[in-house]
């Protein structure tokens, strides 16, 4: 029989080099398997006989002109004929096959790029060739999570900044690329870990109204309370394609879109769902995945806040300085203009901490709400005002005012309100958790510190970002002086269990230190 | 409702610190996950949410006392109801339950030891109570494959001598231990990568006819065309339990079983799993792998097999002697009485490589046939000889004869008899693949170099060892004459893509180098 018909006699898999293909009838299963591509094939496959697959469980699905890798799993029941494959639903969609419809199976060829975790585990240095070839192969699927795990910690310490260069290259290379015609296209971008730290969703609107171009992608919370993503989707919708992205910024001037649907850096995807897990976060990742997204999307201009703060991601100013300097390496030899802002990273932001928290402070910021927070306020004007400066239109000195006009004036809120219109409707119908607690000062005395991964733990507890009206409301800040009993925040939720636990944890450790 | 029942508001997890547990009643599927654990939950489940499942898949079950953790897929469909959990078949056997039996479920909660790869990554040494509590949750599969990677990564090349010393220590505690009643227990290893190199079966049983005990346990190929205990199998049963693998011993002195049913040792199981599909392999794992096994089988005095060559594992002195070291180090610090030998490793060893071809070399050499391949011979003659010399009732110089009196009065030829009878009859019919294709000499010569690799490449294309008939029969060594047109050797196979392949490979490169 032929190798390429795969009907009778069983195709080879792990120990053949390559072309070993059998066809396979997709039978679509009420199966989710999440992120992970895994496919189903019969004890008794025509194609791919399981004892072979003793090495390895990695296989090639080729249809519709598309290669995707998957894992294999074993049907031994009635659940699928030995001509079928089973998909469960993320795989059937990133096929885009209908059932019955034929697909080329074949073992998983090694692709030739994994030879750079060994250069890196053996202190080699990579050359852009390499690094290319990895950020493509990345962005196709092609290493399993043991293998990007693998280059990941590698290259954790033991990468130079030329390399996070090459990287950096290789994952723009490896997905879309926005063009926006010579127009002058600038973003802000914060390294997180500052709770309630949502200044994108003003600084943006200002920048629109100003007439500059932002198309601002960001990622969902894992580790954190909120991600500008989560707190931008509980006013409209987020998961918007490349195209209606690009439709929206035309309009409005600016977007603020999750990341996940459009294919700038797809690579840097890859990396972080399993940074994430890991909580792996080395400079050089943070300074590829950032910058690469940006220059992906068509930015000229970056503004990056770097929060400094004893439970920031930077604790002190000698790591801030290397990674701005890593920052201004890489972003300069691509030909993107940066200027790296140190910021206070102390506690919080604003007043609220999970996404309708969050976006309630925003909204309030961008009416000139008397009751608005003032730190948020401030923060956003100052940012928005190093953005602005980008225009050379506007003369030396003015831009801070500029913001500042553009936000009492109400244009900025008006330039929210358009972009809001047109994302289009939020899917949520997020309200703030009924379930309330206040944590109350122990004693009295002046706020000496706020623990910045203590208040985001309690959060995340009661419930956000998954539950969008959970949080937790901030009460005071460093330098208040309280009594004894004073409400310091209040915990926000309305599932019981979450909300209990959020409380009981909170009770351990608030996270507020006030001076005796 | 009570966070212990799970019963209708459904159960938060993975923001949970602990103990939030939800009962689900087993339904076992006809999946086959291999040896990753893996569940199924209805997408309405009573107990988990899936939408909480976002930031991690890993769950806890407990059922009869045993706690697994798991990755979990989402049924759509009518596969599950919203009060069961879905089974694939291991994890079904794992857990030892039957259908409808309850099992508590539990978002999975970080195992403490994890910390210990920030520490690595962080370029710290670990303590030996980091260690052993490493090698106890690598046991109980408490890391997920991509946690056993980013540790195996980040200690490679940066572990201590001290720091291999407990985790070997911590491997050896994490699993059962063999005690033989203060009897003298011998062992020999060879660390790999010499096709055809199958002298345990030749050692065993004339260490055995002498009267030591020598538990062997050994692999299966993963990498390489047959691992010992595949070439065992074609021979005898090799999958015995622990009380199956002492009866043996006790009965015949010796055994060659398979180590996957014992459980000696069990983190190296995992950590190898792991190694094997990156090709990662450190000295250091090595000797923590190696000498932990041997140690936990009750093995007192160990012959260690180096073999140096080009193509070998170690390619020169210098690495050999540094791993010789390290093996020393370790070993004498628990106890165990360690000879290294230094062996010659330019070249397959005996004439057949994959099972078939080498258990035939094997029982050639044990019934002293005139034909039998004199390098093997001799070289187990020469291991067995420094296993011998660890029985004090022996006089000085006289281990070598012994060794050779009893290969050659067939003593140790019954006494593999025995261990084959003791062990169970093969469950393998195998026989010598059908298919047979001749490499030839390309010009006339002395064959001045042959490559392992190349000629382990060759035997699996040929389908070894999964097909125990397929692989390489070796027909000239270095220093032969060779006309052109000669066999160097015979490729043989029985499934004819697996053999094409195999023949084809051999035409690119052949492996033999010959001096014109």
């Given at each position: 029989m032929s190798a390429l018909t795969g009907k009778d006699d069983g195709l080879t898999a792990?120990?053949?080099?390559?072309?070993a293909v059998g066809v396979l009838k997709v039978r679509p299963l009420g199966l989710d398997s999440f992120r992970e591509n895994v496919v189903l094939l019969s004890r008794c496959s025509h194609v791919l006989r399981p004892e072979r697959l003793r090495g390895s469980r990695r296989v090639e699905l080729t249809a519709m002109g598309r290669t995707l890798l998957a894992t294999t799993m074993i049907a031994d029941g009635a659940l699928l004929e030995p001509d079928e494959i089973g998909l469960p639903q993320p795989l059937f969609r990133r096929l885009g096959v209908q059932a019955g419809d034929p697909v080329q199976l074949a073992p998983a060829r090694p692709p030739a790029s994994l030879a750079a975790i060994r250069a890196k585990v053996d202190g080699l240095a990579l050359d852009d060739t390499t690094l290319a070839a990895v950020a493509r192969d990345l962005a196709d699927h092609r290493w399993s999570d043991m293998e990007v795990t693998a280059f990941l910690v590698a290259c954790a310490r033991f990468m130079s900044p030329e390399e996070t260069l090459g990287l950096t290259r290789g994952m723009i290379a490896a997905g879309s690329r926005l063009r926006w015609d010579g127009r002058l296209v600038v973003d802000k971008h914060c390294i997180g870990g500052i709770p309630g730290n949502r200044t994108s969703l003003i600084v943006a609107p200002i920048v629109a109204a100003h007439g500059l171009l932002m198309p601002k992608t960001s990622s969902r919370a894992i580790t954190s309370p909120a991600g500008t993503a989560d707190t931008m989707e509980v006013l409209a919708r987020v998961d918007l394609s490349e195209e209606e992205m690009r439709r929206v910024v035309e309009t409005c001037g600016a977007c603020i879109v999750w990341?996940?649907?459009?294919?700038?850096?797809?690579a840097d995807d890859v990396l972080i769902s399993v940074e994430r897990p890991l909580s792996i976060d080395t400079p050089e990742q943070m300074v590829a995945s950032i910058l690469s997204k940006k220059i992906a999307a068509g930015v000229g201009r970056l503004v990056l806040d770097l929060p400094i703060g004893p439970?920031?991601?930077?604790?002190?100013s000698r790591a801030a300085l290397r990674l701005r300097k890593l920052f201004e390496f890489v972003a300069t030899n691509l030909g993107l203009e940066i200027e790296v802002i140190f910021t206070d990273g102390a506690q919080p932001i604003g007043r609220g901490v999970g996404p309708v928290l969050e976006a309630r402070d925003v909204m309030a910021v961008l009416a000139n709400h008397p009751a608005a927070p003032a730190d948020l306020r401030e923060k956003a004007i100052r940012l928005a005002a190093r953005v602005l400066d980008a225009d050379p239109d506007l003369p030396g000195g003015r831009a801070e005012a500029r913001a500042r006009e553009l936000l009492d004036s109400g244009a900025a809120r008006r330039s929210m309100d358009a972009i809001i219109e047109a994302q289009g409707a939020s899917p949520l119908t997020a309200v703030l958790g009924a379930l309330e607690h206040e944590v109350l000062a122990e004693r009295p005395g002046p706020v000496t510190a706020v623990d910045c991964l203590r208040i985001a733990n309690i959060a995340r507890l009661a419930g956000a970002p998954t539950d969008a009206g959970a949080g937790v409301e901030i009460l005071h800040r460093i330098g208040d002086v309280v009594r004894r009993g004073d409400p310091l925040y209040r915990i926000h939720g309305s599932d019981s269990s979450d909300f209990a636990f959020a409380v009981e944890a909170a009770g351990i450790d608030g996270g507020f230190r006030i001076a005796s």
């Open positions: 792990a120990s053949v080099p390559s072309g990341g996940g649907r459009v294919n700038l850096s797809p439970s920031a991601k930077l604790r002190d």
